[in-house]
């Protein structure tokens, strides 16, 4: 094919041959195709009316009724040339009627013509030859019902299978098809050889601008007196005119585009070392030229006016402004993942000065509070020196106090030991007198008994001395004497009556304080026993006490050294709060230096509020790294124009699952905002990666560019809400 396709004349003469071939071959299938056609239609009609020629005559004979004669008919119809066979399919009322061992017919296509009495034509082209075969029913006429009695008028007698062969008529075909085909190859082959001829002269200038072109691709500069020597006046030797002329354009433009490209160069150069203030301001000739050197300008300007962001942002963070925000506005990929990486910078920067300032405010607040402690403390050292002065003081009253106190409890151990003494003498006399009471008692009992019988005796004197007056009475005169006597005597016995009654009363009342005494006797004596047991208490108590003033002694003089130790710590604490006092001092004014200068900083203040968890702080901006990593691997490979597989940013989903499960009071709406914007992160760097890969316009690459960046932004700014939701938590804790 090679060889076809190197030259026009060869691609002529082979198109034209395969153009003739197929046109040859076009008309030998059609001529065929119509021929074939035409003989079978045409054997068909014939084989129509020999069928109906063949019945006819087969009629004539069965009139007859001899079955000889119709025997042979039907062997004479079979021999006609072309025939191949010939049967006639009995229906079964002719089978009855006149051949009963007969059987009927088994051929499905006979069957098919006895059940819808119409003719077919089968061509039949196998291994047996190529053939047409008819089956028609003959239908039962009124002439038929006179030697077919059992059947009726439209009925089918029989089937007639008449086999046509059409080999001779496919002889006469091929030999058509031959002298065709023979005939149109000598034409076809005489036909090119004219063409080849004719196509040879109008092609041979052809071979002179193939020379041409070979000097011209030989050559790498063009010459300027290079033309293409053909002198023919047809067409080729007009396009070899319009040729020179073309190449003499072709050089005046390449000429001017030279220009561009050498002016381009040179600013390449100049951008390639850091300059990116020049423009190409030659004209191209080329509008190809022309649009790479606008675009190229175009990009100069672009990344000018984004270096020049940049520069403006670094300046005002050179100049503490970290609050300055970058405009970064249509600006994507390499320099938007820059842009971004800056304003994390920023971001970051400002969490670390707010760090700072927050650092500072309360460590400026604890120094006070240190410093203003550290004099309390001072002045409590310098008290409790002071203190402790008066404290030993008191401590030596006290231990010469407690150890009078020693010598007391001595003291009256020994007095109430003395105490003990007196009360076992007191309870033996209490004793003593309990017991002469029990004496008096008894001699008080003795005199009661002895008042008694004098009682009696005075009462019986009396009695007496009443007897004897009236005996006396009874005597008259001479017992005046007597009388008188008993007189005296009855007197006497009263008296001693009264006596009695007045020593009985007198008994009684010594009897009483006898029994008064005895109880107050007895009294004294529990009385010994409590005080005897009283005293043996207070004696324990006062060896107690005194046990106790000997430890209090002792411990005293242990304090004693203790507060002489405790002298010498407080005078060391002296020390140590004076030198507590001047590091606050000095920690105060490094605290209000390094706020001052944190404070002359300018960084976004709302990062104040996101600060308070260092951890936290750093796995957010670990993870912001992270994802301008990857977003950076995927712009790596958009220059390789192909679908790229994008992995999602595990380490994200990673992240916030081990947050959720660490940190019970997360809000759950965050986890799954994020979760999301991950996802769609996801789904426009694929986007991205397949515009890139299929080409797709600078517009719609942007587009999806512009989508990653956005959603990043948004993917920051929810991790910094994740921060300020973490300390208001804190400050509410």
Excluded at 103 to 126: A, V
Excluded at 171 to 181: D, P, Y
Excluded at 289 to 311: H, P, R, W
Excluded at 660 to 674: F, P
Aim: net charge negative; glycine share 4%.
């Amino acid at each position: 094919m090679n060889f076809i396709y190197k030259s026009i004349s060869r691609k002529i003469i082979f198109w034209m041959f395969i153009l003739m071939t197929i046109s040859s071959l076009s008309v030998l299938f059609s001529t065929v195709t119509k021929v074939n056609s035409n003989n079978i239609e045409t054997t068909k009609h014939n084989l129509d009316m020999l069928n109906t020629a063949i019945f006819q005559n087969l009629k004539n004979v069965m009139n007859t009724g001899d079955p000889a004669q119709i025997q042979k008919a039907e062997k004479e119809a079979a021999s006609i040339k072309g025939i191949k066979h010939l049967i006639i399919a009995k229906s079964i009322p002719l089978i009855e009627m006149y051949d009963p061992e007969a059987k009927f017919t088994t051929d499905k296509d006979i069957l098919s013509s006895f059940k819808s009495k119409k003719t077919q034509t089968i061509e039949i082209d196998n291994d047996k030859g190529h053939s047409l075969r008819m089956i028609k029913p003959m239908i039962a006429t009124d002439e038929c019902l006179m030697c077919h009695a059992n059947q009726a008028k439209g009925d089918i007698i029989g089937i007639m299978d008449l086999s046509f062969s059409l080999e001779n008529s496919d002889n006469s075909i091929k030999s058509i098809i031959l002298n065709i085909v023979v005939t149109s190859t000598i034409l076809g082959w005489l036909t090119i050889g004219i063409i080849f001829y004719v196509v040879n002269r109008a092609t041979k200038p052809i071979n002179g601008l193939k020379d041409g072109f070979k000097s011209l691709l030989g050559s790498n500069e063009l010459d300027d007196e290079f033309k293409l020597n053909i002198d023919t006046k047809d067409e080729i030797g007009e396009v070899a005119h319009l040729f020179n002329d073309y190449m003499d354009k072709i050089r005046a433009d390449l000429k001017q585009d030279a220009i561009v490209i050498n002016e381009t160069n040179d600013v390449l150069q100049k951008i390639a070392s850091g300059f990116f203030v020049y423009e190409v301001t030659s004209t191209a000739s080329n509008q190809h030229v022309e649009a790479m050197k606008s675009n190229l300008n175009f990009m100069i300007k672009k990344v000018k006016g984004t270096l020049d962001k940049i520069n403006l942002t670094l300046r005002n963070y050179s100049q503490s402004n970290y609050d300055y925000k970058i405009n970064d506005k249509d600006i994507y990929g390499d320099l938007g993942s820059v842009t971004a990486s800056i304003k994390l910078v920023g971001n970051n920067t400002s969490e670390i000065l707010a760090m700072i300032l927050n650092t500072g405010d309360q460590l400026n607040e604890n120094t006070h509070l240190l410093s203003k402690q550290s004099h309390t403390l001072s002045n409590s050292v310098t008290s409790q020196a002071e203190t402790g002065k008066n404290t030993n003081k008191s401590l030596d009253t006290i231990t010469h106090i407690i150890q009078h106190n020693t010598q007391n409890t001595i003291k009256m151990s020994q007095l109430a030991k003395n105490v003990t003494s007196s009360v076992v003498n007191g309870k033996i006399l209490a004793t003593s007198t309990s017991s002469a009471m029990d004496d008096i008692a008894i001699q008080v009992s003795s005199i009661n008994d002895a008042i008694t019988v004098i009682d009696q005796i005075a009462f019986q004197t009396n009695i007496l001395s009443l007897n004897a007056a009236v005996e006396a009475a009874t005597a008259g005169e001479s017992g005046k004497g007597f009388a008188v006597v008993a007189q005296e005597v009855r007197n006497l016995a009263s008296r001693s009556a009264d006596a009695a009654k007045d020593i009985k009363n007198i008994v009684e009342k010594a009897t009483q304080k006898a029994n008064d005494g005895k109880v107050i006797s007895d009294n004294m004596i529990n009385d010994y026993h409590q005080l005897s047991d009283n005293i043996n208490n207070t004696i324990e108590l006062i060896e107690e006490v005194s046990n106790s003033s000997k430890e209090q002694e002792q411990s005293i003089l242990k304090i004693n050294m203790d507060i002489v130790q405790l002298e010498r710590s407080i005078k060391d604490n002296a020390h140590v709060s004076k030198n507590i006092s001047k590091m606050s001092n000095d920690i105060e004014h490094m605290s209000d230096r390094l706020v001052n200068a944190a404070s002359k900083a300018s960084f976004l203040q709302e990062t104040r509020k996101q600060v308070c968890d260092i951890d936290l702080i750093y796995d957010i901006a670990n993870l912001k790294v992270e994802l301008f990593n990857y977003k950076d691997d995927v712009y790596a490979r958009l220059a390789n124009h192909s679908n790229n597989v994008v992995q999602e940013f595990t380490q994200l989903n990673s992240w916030l699952t081990e947050y959720s499960n660490t940190h019970n009071n997360v809000d759950k709406s965050l986890i799954e905002t994020l979760t999301n914007m991950n996802k769609n992160l996801h789904i426009y760097l694929v986007n991205l990666t397949s515009a890139s890969a299929n080409n797709l316009s600078n517009t719609e690459i942007n587009n999806f560019a512009k989508q990653v960046e956005i959603e990043s932004m948004r993917i920051f700014g929810t991790l910094n809400k994740i921060k300020n939701d973490k300390c208001k938590e804190k400050n509410n804790d």
